[in-house]
């Protein structure tokens, strides 16, 4: 199902196509294709290339056990995820390599990574759902992720789907139109509070 972004100014067709649905097809995602996926966040920008993104994929396909592993993450909320053919966990690096001292922008810039995987995903004809729903203290222990990372999100990824494998209120929410805070709330000029008029004339 295509749901395009009712954009206010003309936007990339991949930014404006990519979303986030719940419905997932059964098919497979081929492995090449996760591996593209994977190149694309390996590009990102990082503060002082740090690139503090560490990634755990299980692929029903590929690595089932693993995809088992992630899917007993989620909190209940998110147990539709678990349909996905791929899931992916995203996890930071806390502190820079090169001194020790803390990272602030790690978070940061596994999002610009992760935001690579998902228009990446879109120019191959999937889709993503980025969740901040799973018990992350049982993913440290599960996966034995070591002291100084942190797991961020986890990332169902696959091939479109007709809503109506999902149940209600889900389906609902799929089908609902996207919407988005207007630009007059989220940008400022000279100081907060302070709107910037130049898109809005």
Avoid at 1 to 8: L, N, S
């Amino acid at each position: 199902m295509d749901k395009p972004a009712p954009t206010a100014y003309p936007v990339h067709p991949l930014i404006q196509q990519r979303w986030s649905p719940r419905a997932f097809s059964d098919q497979e995602v081929e492995p090449y294709k996760i591996c593209s996926l994977l190149e694309a966040a390996r590009w990102a920008p990082s503060c002082f290339n740090e690139q503090p993104w560490r990634f755990f994929i299980g692929a029903s396909n590929v690595n089932p056990r693993t995809h088992e592993k992630l899917a007993s993450l989620l909190m209940s909320g998110n147990d539709w995820a678990a349909k996905a053919p791929v899931l992916l966990l995203t996890v930071t690096k806390l502190t820079f390599t090169y001194n020790d001292a803390p990272n602030r922008h790690g978070a940061h810039d596994v999002g610009m990574a992760l935001e690579n995987i998902m228009l990446q995903a879109v120019d191959m004809g999937l889709v993503t759902h980025a969740m901040a729903g799973f018990y992350a203290d049982k993913a440290v222990s599960e996966l034995l992720i070591p002291e100084g990372f942190q797991p961020m999100a986890l990332v169902a990824i696959g091939y479109p789907g007709p809503p109506e494998v999902l149940a209600d209120p889900l389906r609902e929410r799929e089908l609902a139109p996207r919407e988005r805070r207007p630009l007059q709330e989220l940008i400022y000029s000279d100081q907060w509070g302070v709107g910037y008029p130049y898109c809005f004339s």
